[in-house]
């Protein structure tokens, strides 16, 4: 109740911090406090000053590059400091679509896609985001690299980011359905293992050879695996970084 009332005060944001006995301090922001004190007297709240703090600076300072598996070096669009030899650069873009690259989900596609594509491969980034699993494709040397995702803003801002890269994005919006049948030569999907499981048949219309999945902990990796088996696809390898899995599966008839 306390909380709803300092939102309806102007708060600009609230902090809960627990206190021995079941006891607990809150810390709400406020443009201007005056009259603040009285309103809360029986509360005994104290009013502190917070320093002026360049957000954007500070947010940038603690988004530093990083490797993933043994080729690629990701740094943020701002960064100029020099690619280490023997690196691969991937732009991250951080904004308003997933994919940084930071999530360990993330980075298993990404360690997948460094050893397993092939120079002539097809690559379907599905569930695209920020595009960060087509510009990997690309930036391995697949021979096509494409990103579809359900939600046409994500859409937008992959294409946007692909271009400010200088690459060419193959991207649309919609659903495995609009994918023609063995179109593609691999499908890379960091999303939920539920959605795994409803796109099973689906990856295998439209996928020849390998399934990089990721995105879900390691409790349902069973389900996933149990869904496509039925379709030809049966795990080569499992990557796993603290509780995320990703599995790589290969259809026995192409792979």
């Keep these: 109740m306390l909380s709803a009332e300092l939102w309806e005060e102007g708060a600009t944001g609230i902090q809960e911090d627990s206190l021995p006995a079941a006891r607990c301090l809150l810390r709400a922001w406020f443009e201007d406090p005056t009259g603040l004190l009285q309103r809360f007297d029986h509360f005994r709240p104290r009013v502190e000053a917070d320093p002026e703090i360049d957000w954007e600076t500070a947010a940038r300072q603690a988004w530093q590059p990083f490797t993933v598996g043994s080729r690629l070096y990701l740094a943020p669009e701002w960064d100029e400091g020099p690619t280490p030899r023997g690196r691969i650069r991937l732009t991250i873009h951080p904004g308003e679509a997933l994919g940084t690259g930071a999530h360990p989900a993330t980075q298993l596609c990404l360690e997948a896609m460094e050893t397993r594509l092939r120079p002539d491969d097809r690559v379907l980034d599905l569930g695209t985001g920020s595009g960060i699993l087509t510009a990997a494709a690309c930036h391995l040397g ?6 579809c995702d359900m939600d046409l803003h994500s859409v937008h801002i992959a294409r946007r980011n692909l271009v400010a890269d200088g690459l060419t994005p193959h991207l649309f919006a919609g659903s495995t359905r609009a994918i023609r049948t063995q179109s593609v030569d691999v499908v890379a999907a960091n999303i939920n293992a539920l959605t795994h499981q409803t796109l099973a048949a689906e990856y295998a219309r439209i996928c ?20 496509l088996a039925p379709c030809g696809y049966h795990v080569k390898e499992t990557l796993t970084r603290n509780e995320w899995i990703c599995l790589i599966l290969c259809n026995a008839a192409t792979s």
Excluded: Q, T, W, Y
Excluded at 210 to 217: A, K, N, Q, T, V
């Design 208 to 227: 020849r050879r390998m399934l990089i999945l990721s995105g879900f902990p390691d409790r349902n990796c069973a389900k996933v695996a149990e869904a």
């Design 142 to 147: 697949a021979r096509h690299a494409f990103g």
